[in-house]
């Protein structure tokens, strides 16, 4: 672990066997990169972070994993986006993936094999989110992956509600000479959805259990339903493969979900997101959960390549 410059302020980066993990757990909790040294000596990038020029607009930077806290994509109500109802029934902000991503965090553990980090709220947090909390993203490093841990603990005198996510920008393609279209996907859901203009969710497009990540069809939907925990992408017949697991259950509750995302054919980088729940969850219900009073709740994530 040794902390590096960066663009004016400083960085932390994790040697873990042939991986290094680099990230700045005071802004936002933000795992910036991830990459492999491979037997050859050649550097294979799994977690994408695009070169910059500047730090500003940090938190709206597309690359790392953005945490998503308290809720994930976009919250409506009554068909206004940007919005949502607290269980007081008083209509409040809320910004497109919560606060989460452009929060100041406190450090509450760096060693050799990750960091803990808690979230401050501003006051635009408090505002949004009035609530007596602590949130905490613990993320733990290992030589061909990683887990990261959300816990929601309740202070409050009453039930907070969440629906938390991950927004993991994974290198696409990252093979020389391969294309999006030379890689698959496996997500074992039975059910699949989408959003709609007004923030309510609507059938989502018939997909194969197989599916190429050229296929235009899989972006913006949400996959619920699942089988198992585990999306695995990569290489068909290759041992090259990246899993990603959702909870911690074999079989996750109906409503957890995976999010397949990348904004066009020509980006760098393809988003597979394991989520709580599909978006809009205070409003719709769906994937929404409840922290009962001096009760805590946790979601884990894990992250593995072959």
């Known amino acids: 672990m040794e902390k590096v410059p960066y663009l004016g302020q400083t960085l932390t980066r994790w040697q873990v066997g042939n991986s290094t993990f680099l990230a700045m757990p005071e802004r936002g909790a933000r795992l910036m990169n ?16 695009p070169e910059l020029k500047t730090l500003d607009d940090f938190h709206k930077v597309r690359g790392g994993n953005p945490v998503l806290f308290p809720f994930s994509a976009r919250t409506f109500d009554q068909g206004q986006m940007g919005f949502w109802r607290d ?16 929060g100041e965090f406190k450090i509450t553990r760096m060693d050799a094999r990750g960091f803990s980090a808690m979230l401050v709220p501003d006051e635009d947090a408090k505002a949004a989110y009035p609530f007596n909390y602590e949130f905490t993203v613990a993320y733990r490093f290992s030589e061909l992956g990683l887990s990261c841990e959300f816990t929601l603990r309740n202070f409050d005198a009453q039930p907070i509600p969440w629906s938390a996510g991950h927004h993991f920008y994974f290198t696409m393609p990252w093979s020389e000479g391969l294309a999006r279209g030379d890689y698959v996907i496996r997500i074992p859901a039975t059910k699949t959805l ?14 194969k259990p197989e599916e190429p990540l050229s296929n235009d069809t899989l972006i913006d939907t949400f996959h619920l339903g699942l089988k198992s925990n585990t999306a695995i992408f990569g290489q068909p017949g290759t041992s090259s493969q990246v899993s990603v697991r959702n909870g ?59």
């Open 34 to 49: 991830w990459h492999l040294t491979l037997g050859d000596g050649s550097v294979r990038d799994i977690v994408y972070w």
């Open 87 to 102: 269980p007081a029934g008083v209509r409040r902000p809320m910004p497109m993936h919560g606060f989460a991503r452009n």
């Open 194 to 207: 989408r959003q709609d203009a007004s923030g309510q969710l609507v059938a989502g497009p018939a997909l």
């Open 248 to 306: 911690t259950s074999a079989v996750p509750a109906p409503e957890a979900t995976f999010v397949t995302w990348t904004p066009d054919a020509t980006a760098p980088y393809y988003c597979v997101e394991p989520w709580m729940g599909p978006p809009n969850a205070p409003e719709t219900k769906v994937g929404l959960h409840w922290v009962q009073p001096g009760q805590s709740q946790s979601f884990v994530v894990e992250i593995a390549v072959k």
